[in-house]
């Protein structure tokens, strides 16, 4: 069940009809992406919306940022735990549903040193058409996904990759719309809706949606988590919360506008 609150109003829909709580609604046009900047972020903030989402006939892809090579707990994990988080990871989306996920391969840790866009040095990880940065990645795979909304993690997040994927993609919702680095693909012609989802911090203002699922797919959320066997001494605070809490997600929709003068006009007049 999904519920949704109007943040200048306040008041609350408790209707299940999708449109009712997602601003213009594409039916089987509707496409998501999520950019989760952690093979699992995306997943404690947003399983059960994945889940809702795909028995509403939506198109579900999923972006994952960086290459989980900062996340092993033990020494003998260091070698390896990119290869360990792939499967992880590739198992717990299965659960859900998600058949595949993308991976950008950007160094975990590390996305501050890959803000913006420049040219890629020869065999560098994560260049598209001759360039490598988030805003390359980013423009390039809203181009050619098109998805009608994107999720990603609030910004207020603690973790710096978090910040970093955040404020990146939101500048590259502005490239993707228009025709800024041809070789990326056709610039768009509309921006999609933004959301975003929480995991380690509250969100800056209250969020707009609630989901409540149902105890199966609760329980289908805490298996895809722990699916992420090498990650759970870090993630168990996390977990536990959840377990705690029940079957309940909140996603803020996040005021994606261009600047315009005449939202100020009235305030000198």
Same mark, same amino acid.
């Given at each position: 069940m999904l519920k949704s609150r109007n943040p200048k109003t306040g008041e609350v829909i408790r209707e299940s009809v999708p449109d009712k709580h997602f601003k213009d609604w594409q039916g089987r046009d509707e496409k998501w992406l999520f950019i989760s900047p952690h093979d !699992?972020?995306?997943i404690i903030g947003g399983a059960l919306l994945?889940?809702?989402a795909l028995m509403n006939k939506v198109s579900v892809d999923v972006l994952i940022v960086t290459d989980g090579s900062m996340g092993y707990c033990?020494?003998?994990q260091r070698d390896n735990i990119k290869e360990i988080r792939r499967k992880e990871t590739n198992a717990a989306f299965a659960l859900l $549903?998600? !058949? =595949?996920?993308?991976w950008l391969g950007f160094p975990d840790g590390g996305l501050r040193?890959?803000? $913006?866009r420049r040219a890629a040095q020869k065999d560098e990880a994560a260049a598209i058409a001759g360039y490598v940065g988030l805003q390359n990645s980013f423009t390039y795979w809203f181009r050619k996904l098109k998805p009608t909304r994107v999720f990603i993690m609030a910004d207020s997040d603690y973790h710096p990759d978090h910040k970093v994927a955040h404020e990146e993609a939101i500048i590259?919702?502005?490239?993707?719309?228009n025709q800024i680095w041809p070789e990326l693909g056709k610039g768009r !012609?509309?921006?999609?809706?933004?959301? =975003?989802l929480a995991a380690y911090c509250d969100f800056v203002s209250p969020p707009t949606i609630e989901i409540c699922a149902r105890t199966e797919m609760f329980n289908k959320k805490l298996k895809s988590i722990k699916a992420f066997s090498s990650q759970e001494e870090i993630i168990a605070p996390l977990v536990r919360i959840l377990e705690d809490? $029940?079957?309940y997600e909140y996603v803020r929709e996040f005021d994606f506008k261009l600047y315009d003068p005449q939202v100020y006009k009235a305030l000198f007049e």
């Amino acid at each position: 069940m999904l519920k949704s609150r109007n943040p200048k109003t306040g008041e609350v829909i408790r209707e299940s009809v999708p449109d009712k709580h997602f601003k213009d609604w594409q039916g089987r046009d509707e496409k998501w992406l999520f950019i989760s900047p952690h093979d !699992d972020d995306v997943i404690i903030g947003g399983a059960l919306l994945i889940q809702w989402a795909l028995m509403n006939k939506v198109s579900v892809d999923v972006l994952i940022v960086t290459d989980g090579s900062m996340g092993y707990c033990t020494e003998e994990q260091r070698d390896n735990i990119k290869e360990i988080r792939r499967k992880e990871t590739n198992a717990a989306f299965a659960l859900l $549903g998600v !058949d =595949e996920v993308k991976w950008l391969g950007f160094p975990d840790g590390g996305l501050r040193l890959y803000q $913006g866009r420049r040219a890629a040095q020869k065999d560098e990880a994560a260049a598209i058409a001759g360039y490598v940065g988030l805003q390359n990645s980013f423009t390039y795979w809203f181009r050619k996904l098109k998805p009608t909304r994107v999720f990603i993690m609030a910004d207020s997040d603690y973790h710096p990759d978090h910040k970093v994927a955040h404020e990146e993609a939101i500048i590259s919702l502005f490239h993707a719309n228009n025709q800024i680095w041809p070789e990326l693909g056709k610039g768009r !012609d509309f921006f999609p809706a933004v959301y =975003e989802l929480a995991a380690y911090c509250d969100f800056v203002s209250p969020p707009t949606i609630e989901i409540c699922a149902r105890t199966e797919m609760f329980n289908k959320k805490l298996k895809s988590i722990k699916a992420f066997s090498s990650q759970e001494e870090i993630i168990a605070p996390l977990v536990r919360i959840l377990e705690d809490r $029940g079957p309940y997600e909140y996603v803020r929709e996040f005021d994606f506008k261009l600047y315009d003068p005449q939202v100020y006009k009235a305030l000198f007049e």
